[in-house]
């Protein structure tokens, strides 16, 4: 199947700090990826639809300008975390759909002190 | 009352048990119906993927979908340890666009 990476797997920031991680799609293009997150022992939740050369969709109860999306090209999407607070703290999974399948990132793991 | 409920567990099982994981949904207009497998600390991967009512089967794994009541089954026969592991069931109106999880069930297998 189609593979999808995710960069870095796992990062530890300070309260107040911003951080990106990048979803690449690394043999088919994809102009709609979508960005889920993930708290321990719980599902995944939706948070926003990346759209290659338009804004970002965002889930309701999800601020836009905490959780920035920037999908630059048909290859990668990348997610900012902006003035990150523990509560922050997660799992955070990107994937990339087929007419008939998410192709899902392995996640990272964002720890914010 | 969440769109998709799924039992949390945990299970646990002995080797070459049948097991039996579960969802219901509220949303009718759910059409697309998937099973996916995710180990701990890994992203999700698909097991089976299913349009409208019926079955499913693909080696040990099978898949049932009833939308009159709502409710999508996966069943494991013959289940090794290596099937432990956290089961997701997902739905979604229109193929692999948006998707809905249920909150999963963690698996295990006990040799």
Known sequence: GAVVSQHPSWVICKSGTSV?????????????????RQFPKQSLMLMATSNEGSKATYEQG????????NHASLTLST??????????????????????????????????? | QKEVEQDPGPLSVPEGAIVSLNCTYSNSAFQ???????????????????YSSGNKEDGRFTAQVDKSSKYISLFIRDSQPSDSATYLCAMSLQGAQKLVFGQGTRLTINP
């Not at chain 1, 999800?62 to 920035?68: G, H, I, N, Y």
């Not at chain 1, 003035?83 to 990272?108: L, M, N």
């Not at chain 2, 998937?34 to 992203?43: E, H, V």
């Open chain 1, 20 to 36: 990106k991680i990048e979803c690449r799609s690394l043999d088919f293009q994809a102009t709609t990826m979508f960005w889920y």
């Open chain 1, 62 to 69: 999800v601020e836009k300008d905490k959780f920035l999306i």
């Open chain 1, 79 to 113: 997610l900012t975390v902006t003035s990150a607070h523990p509560e922050d703290s997660s799992f955070y999974i990107c994937s990339a759909p087929s007419p008939y399948e998410q192709y899902f990132g392995p996640g990272t793991r964002l720890t914010v002190t």
């Open chain 2, 32 to 50: 697309y119906f998937m099973w996916y497998r995710q180990y701990s600390r890994k992203g999700p991967e698909l097991l089976m993927y299913t």
